[in-house]
């Protein structure tokens, strides 16, 4: 059955200066907006979010990640 929401990840990568990392998004809704990567998860084959943020990390950053270089700063609903 599927959730009567979408859940999706935000990452917020920081080098050493302690700048964070957004990206100028491509696709419509957000075209031309700035924003931090991130993605849906792909709930119907069972993604947890730190799997998500896992690939999106791949996939925008080109960055491969374990989840222990993941911290959870907060849930919006």
Not at 7 to 15: E, K
Not at 37 to 63: I, N, T, V, W, Y
């Amino acid at each position: 059955m599927p959730l009567p929401h979408k859940i999706a990840t935000l990452l917020y990568a920081f080098n050493a200066r302690d700048e964070v990392l957004l990206l100028e998004r491509a696709q419509e809704p957000n075209r031309g907006l700035w924003s931090p990567p991130g993605g849906k998860l792909h709930e119907q084959d069972g993604e947890s979010p730190f799997a998500c943020a896992l690939r999106e990390a791949s996939e925008e950053m080109g960055l491969q990640l374990t989840t222990g270089d993941l911290h959870l700063t907060g849930v919006v609903s």
